[in-house]
């Protein structure tokens, strides 16, 4: 069994920079792919940043240039690093991993950006 538990969601205005935390408790490996989703109001859950098995880093295009994602194998975190943030950024982030084709979420973490 695997539990992720996210962090470092909040307020913050127009601009600004937040930087989310996911641990992870149980056994993970480097190669499972793991990251980041977001849920924003009226919309389906989207892929926001993500490591591939392969160890490749794939980014939602509205997030380019802007979230950097990381990995600490060692410590099992995952971290996602939002700079220049935009109202349309606004929702609920979500950690996950997908482990052996099995797939663990986080609770989530709010971030609401302000114009």
């Known amino acids: 069994q695997v539990q992720l538990v996210e962090s470092g969601g909040g307020l913050v205005q127009a601009g600004g920079s937040l930087r989310l935390s996911c641990a992870a408790s149980?056994?993970?490996?480097?190669?499972?792919?793991m990251g980041w989703y977001r849920q924003t109001p009226g919309k389906q859950r989207e892929l926001v940043a993500t490591?591939?098995?392969?160890?490749?880093?794939n980014y939602a295009d509205s997030v380019k240039g802007r979230f950097s994602i990381s990995r600490d194998n060692g410590k099992k975190m995952v971290y996602l690093q939002m700079n220049n943030l935009r109202p349309d950024d606004t929702g609920v982030y979500y950690c996950?991993?997908?482990?052996?084709?099995?797939?663990?979420w986080g609770q989530g973490t709010q971030v609401t950006v302000s114009s």
């Open positions: 149980g056994t993970i490996y480097s190669i499972n792919p």
């Open positions: 996950y991993i997908n482990r052996w084709s099995n797939e663990y």
């Open positions: 490591y591939t098995g392969a160890g490749d880093t």
